[in-house]
């Protein structure tokens, strides 16, 4: 019997790879912001820009990580791969490929929320990929920190999932980002820490995340992580280099997902120092790269030597389990703000973001001009429909449904865990509304601080649309998050919005003097002045059932005195709707017109005629 073959391992002691986890608004961007600036990566008359890895205007604006980026900074000899992770579920897919770049995580925690639904999610996938975590509580100087607390929080989400001894003795660094101040003695609640710098967080960071290892005997495996695009060099492979060493103008084998091989030649590499790529030579195990000149790689492929290529296992992510349609514009105004109108520029784009995106899925419909794109969630899918909009589309976007699956001839639908931070003065409210959506208590904890906490699960269609009525409910005041749990059997039908909608029955433009007989029924979605079609939605009715009006009605010119004829028209404020309200808004029968100009929610069949017979079909 021979003996089993050894293998060799070595480590690159001048390099580390790590990944920052948190859930949203956790502070992950502005700790990456203080790293790169007391490591000198800005220069001498650098513009110093907050949030510096929030690169898109969407990242931007709603203040979230929406892509997964890399940073590399130096700190002494060493140079620290940082990848910036987004915090929201439904990036998932973002999520998984940036932790299989890195070999260990700095899990973020705030101080005072401690570890929310979105943190699970990511630490979930931490542990399972047996990387070794940095408790990094930020936020330490807020006024109402509860430091103690919330690290015994973390201890008590370990065990929930299933973490071992190993995994569970981590080390832990208190943190104020936003002052560049770390330490890893325990400051008082509110207390900023002592160190003035973050030189115990890079300490500690490099003590704990391992140098990576390699084969030195083993040829070129190089496993392509995400894509981009420069306007000079077209597409841009982003890849972490496993065994072998990598060289501009080398010959390789591209080991696609289906198992077929082509040969390609590297005529570009860059590598990133600080904020920039910059070219490179040649690049060793641990390294992150990007690779230029092959037009058609895709991530989950692998990069192999060209005379003994060995694939790499390819990139596995969670399941879509929100979907919606998508197709051309239309309704009567089409075309009066986009310049992309046409069926096949929308499919071309949807196909350009299934190159980037591994989590979402583009699937024909019984229309050739309507696509079902199904995905993690509500934002996943309406920060796609934005893009589209900015990039000059003119869409017509159906409402989210649930994407269901078949067990052992049952229908089972996806359930959501969902946590609530709200003033305890809303408990008996939130409970009904969690009750009509058929939601199941988890936990229910009073912080005695007048502020509870509810954990509860929810099937996810009856969380579409909730955002809006919970925000309404508790006045502005609650936090609600949640992320993906699990399947569970068919909950039967849910009822969740009690009001109908005010459609228009003509074109025409709205008028002062109609709005104002029809805002005693609702809320008005439009105000004087705005074009309207036949079958467009104009207000929320009060009552359940839907009320064709007329928004367009004139006051008659009579030559009659009255006292009350030159009486000013006092208008309620109308609601503008954003793009993630209207989604929400929505019900099967209707549908949301998404131009670069304007948000319009409409019918799915415009005349009244072809609503009735509809109706007519399902009642026969």
Known sequence: MSAPERITVSLRADLRNVAIIAHVDHGKTTLVDAMLRQSGAFGEHAELTDRVMDSMDLEREKGITILAKNTAVRYGDITINIVDTPGHADFGGEVERGLSMVDGVLLLVDASEGPLPQT??????????????????NKVDRSDARIAEVVDETYELFLDLDADEDQIDFPIVYCNAKAGRASTTRPADGVSPDSPDLKPLFDLLLETVPAPSFDPDSPLQALVTNLDASPYLGRLALCRVHNGTIKRGQPATLCRADGSQQRVKISEM???????????????????????????ITI???????????????????????????????????????????????KNRLDAELVGNVSIRVLPTERPDTWEVQGRGELQLAVLVELMRREDFELTVGKPQVVTRTVDGKIHEPVERLTIDAPEEFLGTLTQLLALRKGRVEQMVNHGTGWIRLEYLVPARG????????????????????????????FGELRTRATGSMVADRSG????????????????????????????????????????VNPTKEKKLTNMRSSTGDELVRLTPHRILTLEQALEFCREDECVEVTPGFVRLRKVALTAAEREKIRSRRRA
Not at 120 to 137: E, Q, S, T
Not at 272 to 296: C, F, N
Not at 510 to 527: K, W
Request: hydrophobic share 45%; no cysteine; net charge negative.
């Open 509 to 548: 433009v709205a008028t002062a003097y109609a709005l104002f007989n029809l805002q005693e029924r609702g809320t008005m979605f439009v105000g004087p002045t705005t074009e309207v079609y036949e079958g467009m939605i104009v207000g929320e009715n009060s009552r359940a059932d839907d009320m064709d």
């Open 270 to 296: 860059l590598m990133t120092q600080a904020l920039e790529r910059v070219p490179a030579e040649s690049a060793g195990p641990g390294d992150i790269i990007a690779i230029a000149g092959i037009p058609d």
């Open 300 to 346: 989950g492929e692998t990069l192999a030597d060209a005379d003994d290529p060995r694939p790499l296992p390819v990139i596995t992510v969670d399941e879509p389990s929100i979907s919606m349609t998508i197709g051309i514009n239309t309704s009567p105004l089409a075309g009066r703000s986009g310049k992309k109108l046409t069926a096949r520029l929308v």
């Open 463 to 490: 969380l579409i649309g909730f955002r809006t009525e919970f925000l309404t409910e508790t006045r502005g005041t609650g936090l609600l998050h949640h992320v993906f749990d699990r399947y569970e059997p068919w």
């Open 120 to 137: 699970r999610f990511v630490l979930r996938k931490a542990l399972a990929a047996r990387l070794p975590v940095v408790l990094v509580i």
